[in-house]
């Protein structure tokens, strides 16, 4: 071999090893990023999931479990947030109300990293950022950015086809990592599966009246800006979108299809006497057609590709220049959920759940989401990590 040749190997094996040692290091780093919450004055207890299924302790997905519990009794309400990280205003909402909401009437339950084995991965290819910041009123807080799938380190491999359990409806093979298509979940299953399982379990030994999980969509996907309902759910959710729609933003409601499962709002309401709703926001970031994947887009909702696709009417939600702002996208949730509280409470005057303290959509605009992020060195005691 020519000591040219040589040389050349050697080069490329020099960068091949920057590349690894550089990404690993970065990957290392998120995957372990810690995301403070500093509990407000609403939070009375806060305890591990596997509280309810053992087996999930000492495993990424042992999420904190927030209880808020009311000083009068009446309907408990779980939010979930993070069943698929990468859509974070769901996550940043159950944030604000770990930090800021006061249960007069009622209890909130509230899950800040459902899939958290998904917290610490992005999409895998994707060229997403590995967190992000959200300004505040002391300087920022930075949030893992997380993925729509089960860490593959945490659950793997795959399997070559998926059968949903119990259905045995054949689903995506990479939805046995999708906590959104596991439910009502498996204690003998996959990491994905127990974890469903185990916010079952807890479903029904907390006796949760109603039930909301989190979400965001691309633009492209016609799911969108909108309240997913199961059918126990269908007066109260539409009564919420026109109520909605009358007074802050335009919001629809969509019934739950009773033949396609692994869906929160199809089988916690299946499987338990919980209520079961989901709340979609545009996330113009997960988008197919979409720019440069940075931060900033993420933040700001703007993006003149998605924008140029919707000129050729191939989107589900308008879209301008002024794009979808984290802040319009977290309002749009804590305004709903907080119709929500109100309407069931029409229905149920002796069963109501009241909250105060957590802000709707017009004043999370105004004030930016970070307003409603208090600074952990300021909360010496009252600190938990997601
Ligand atoms: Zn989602």
Not at 10 to 30: E, N, P, Q, W
Not at 42 to 52: D, F, H, I, K
Not at 181 to 192: H, K, M, S
Not at 303 to 324: M, N, S, T, Y
């Amino acid at each position: 071999m020519s000591g040219r040749l040589l040389a050349q190997k050697f080069v490329v094996i020099s960068l091949g090893i920057a590349l690894l040692a550089t990404s690993g290091a970065s990957f290392y780093k998120s995957r372990r990023l810690k995301e403070p919450v500093v509990l407000g004055p609403g939070v009375t207890t806060v305890r591990p999931l596997s509280t309810w299924f053992a087996p999930l302790r000492g495993t990424a997905n042992d999420c904190n479990v927030y209880f808020l519990d009311g000083r009068t009794p009446g309907a408990t309400m779980l939010v979930l947030g993070g069943s698929h990280p990468e859509e974070p205003a769901g996550r940043l909402v159950t944030w604000i109300l770990a930090e800021n909401a006061i249960v007069q009437k009622g209890r909130l339950i509230v899950v800040l990293s459902t899939n958290r084995s998904a917290t610490t991965v992005t999409r895998l290819g994707g060229a997403y950022p590995p967190d992000f910041s959200i300004p505040t009123d002391f300087g920022s807080r930075t949030f893992r950015m997380g993925d729509r799938f089960t860490n593959p380190l945490d659950q793997w491999p795959d399997p070559e086809v998926y059968f949903h359990y119990p259905s045995g409806q054949q689903l995506a093979y990479v939805d046995i990592r999708n906590v959104n298509r596991v439910w009502p979940g498996r204690a003998n299953g996959t990491l994905t599966e127990q974890t469903a399982y185990a916010l079952m379990e807890m479903i029904k030994r907390e006796k949760v009246d109603i039930e909301l999980d989190l979400h965001e969509a691309e633009l492209q996907y016609p799911v969108i800006s909108t309240i997913v309902t199961h059918q126990r759910g269908q007066d109260m959710a539409t009564l919420v979108s026109m109520t909605l729609t009358d007074s802050e933003f335009k919001i629809g409601t969509e019934f739950s299809p009773r033949t396609l499962h692994g869906l929160s709002h199809r089988e916690i309401g299946d499987f338990s006497p919980a209520v079961s709703l989901l709340a979609e926001t545009p996330e113009p970031f997960l988008d197919a057609t979409r720019g440069i994947t940075s931060r900033e887009q993420l933040l700001t909702g703007r993006d003149e590709f998605v924008v140029k696709a919707g000129q050729h009417g191939l989107l589900f939600e308008k879209i301008d220049e002024k794009g979808w702002p984290i802040a319009v996208r977290v309002g749009r949730h804590t305004s709903t959920l907080l119709q929500i509280a109100e309407t069931w409470g029409e229905d149920h005057p002796d069963k109501l759940l009241v909250i105060s303290g957590v802000p709707r959509y017009k004043e999370v605009i105004a004030n930016g989401v970070g307003h409603y992020l208090h600074d952990p060195a300021k909360a010496a005691g009252r600190v938990v990590y997601e």
